[in-house]
């Protein structure tokens, strides 16, 4: 798994997870994740696939919605779901859908709690111009990543580094 996360809000973490979907989908499998601790009201293109204490999971299915996870669907991850849960169930909503990624796929993942409880492969974390250091999430973050991304370094259709996975190991070449 790619992990992504980020100093804030807008600051480029879903346009980067596209890219890298775009890229990485040209050779391989890609799954999308979009993790949220924000419950929204969802409609008929997203299918609620588990309901569970404290969390919901949806299936993305319109690529044209403008949603997060719609863009990562456009981008070419052959599934996307879209995981609305407080961090204390980040743990059992993944486990509820793990069954349906195979196991030889790539995933994507956009979460800035997702590195609470699990080692990605991979993780990048994207700076913008506007850094809240005080957010607990971003210490944590800032702590765990791999790598710093600046939103420098990529836009809506291009990035300047290049993301490999070679079946076993994550690679990222600037």
Known sequence: ???????????????????????????????????????????????LITDGEGYKVYRELDPDSGKDSAKMLA????EVYFIQCEDANIEAAFESISNKIPCD?????????????YKAG??????????NGNKESYKLNLER?????????????????????NGTNWKLNK
Not at 16 to 44: D, Q, T, W
Not at 75 to 78: K, Q
Not at 122 to 131: A, N, Q, S, Y
């Open 1 to 47: 798994m790619v992990l992504l996360s980020g100093s804030g809000r807008n600051v480029g973490k879903t346009t980067l997870a596209c890219n890298i979907i775009r890229h990485l989908s040209e050779n391989s499998m890609v799954y999308g994740l979009k993790l949220s601790p924000h419950f929204h009201k969802m409609n008929h293109l997203q299918k």
């Open 75 to 78: 981008a070419g991850a052959r």
């Open 105 to 117: 796929a790539l995933i994507v993942c956009e979460s800035g709690s997702m590195a609470k409880v």
């Open 122 to 131: 991979m993780h990048l974390l994207v700076e913008g111009d506007e850094i």
């Open 145 to 165: 990543t791999d790598h710093i991304i600046n939103t420098g370094d990529f836009d809506e259709s291009n990035i300047a580094f290049e993301i490999e996975h």
